[in-house]
């Protein structure tokens, strides 16, 4: 096992911002999606574990944060150096003497932005040069908190797709806090669900999924006529704008298919919708704590 959590507590003055009260084992080459409202204490855990505030418990683990590498919602650099001066003074290196960086160049179609300053990079670029020079430190283990925050919808999904080709086959271990679904989707094999700093669920993604949803759930648009289509069905917690049915099994999905199909309803079919997971997950959690 890579890391366990026993315990943790982290207290901001009399506030309590994270209490982790079961066991949350961590193994090598697992990607785990961290995924809470604001103030869950997603950015808590992550600097936790890192050693960077002050906590109560144990976290058992071999790692040290030598062994870690982190991406920050926000990192400053000079403004008006070029951004491989930059990159070869933070890192103590040269490009041209270091394959492993130069491959993570090419990978992320980063030379031409080489000889720019780093205040006229994109915003997608400024986050292609902070990932390279995290990636580079090659760590046990990689927190991504917020990488694609204030990315328009077209370059936050090139770049998702961009870490997802890196990582698929390599035995890295990874912590991504996001609170977009998708990045999820894509990046994670299981969710940590966090809510008002304690741990509302986690696992693997499937299991959470047929645990908080069921089988398979049907999306659809949120009209009068569909609510009265769906009536006799069972209703999970989604969005406003949707109604998620629940099908536990091939025959409820059978018979909702067949409803939906005979009325020209447009539906979404799912087995992994982040989004509506977490909605009931946390939904239920709450009203355990009740």
């Known amino acids: 096992m890579l890391l366990t959590i026993h315990q943790l507590q982290v207290n901001y003055g009399h506030q309590r911002a994270l209490s982790i009260t079961r066991p949350i084992s961590i193994d090598r080459g697992e990607r785990i999606g961290v995924i809470g409202s604001n103030g869950a204490g997603k950015t808590t855990l992550v600097k936790a574990l890192l050693g ?59 030379g031409p932005c080489l000889s720019k300053r780093f205040n006229a990079l ?3 670029q400024k986050q292609k040069f902070t990932i390279i020079m995290v990636m580079l430190q090659n760590a046990a283990l990689t927190f991504y908190d917020e990488v694609t925050s204030g990315l328009d919808f077209e370059t936050r999904q090139r770049l998702t797709e961009k870490l997802t080709d890196w990582y698929r086959d390599k035995d890295d271990t990874l912590m991504v806090v996001s609170h977009y679904y998708e990045e999820l989707e894509q990046l994670a094999d299981k969710i940590l669900i966090l809510d008002q700093g304690q741990v509302a669920a986690y696992g693997k993604k499937e299991e959470l999924f047929d645990t908080f949803c069921g089988r398979v759930v049907y999306i659809l648009e949120n009209t009068p006529e569909n609510r ?9 917690k989604s969005p406003d704008h949707l ?17 939906l199909a005979g009325h020209n309803v447009n539906f979404k079919r799912s087995n992994s919708d982040i989004e509506i997971m977490y909605i009931n997950a946390r939904e239920r959690f709450r009203l355990e704590q009740r």
């Open 228 to 236: 009265r289509l769906c009536a006799d069905f069972p209703i999970l």
């Open 52 to 110: 960077l505030v002050p906590c109560e418990g144990r976290i058992v683990t071999e790692l040290t944060p030598e062994n870690m590498a982190v991406h920050m919602q926000s990192n400053a650099y000079a403004s008006t150096m070029a951004v491989q001066h930059i990159m070869e003074t933070v890192l103590n290196t040269r490009i041209r003497k270091n394959q492993r960086l130069r491959e993570l160049i090419d990978f992320f179609d980063f």
């Open 243 to 259: 109604i998620a049915i629940s099908c536990p099994d091939q025959a409820a999905e059978d018979k909702i298919m067949r409803l």
């Open 122 to 124: 994109s915003g997608g």
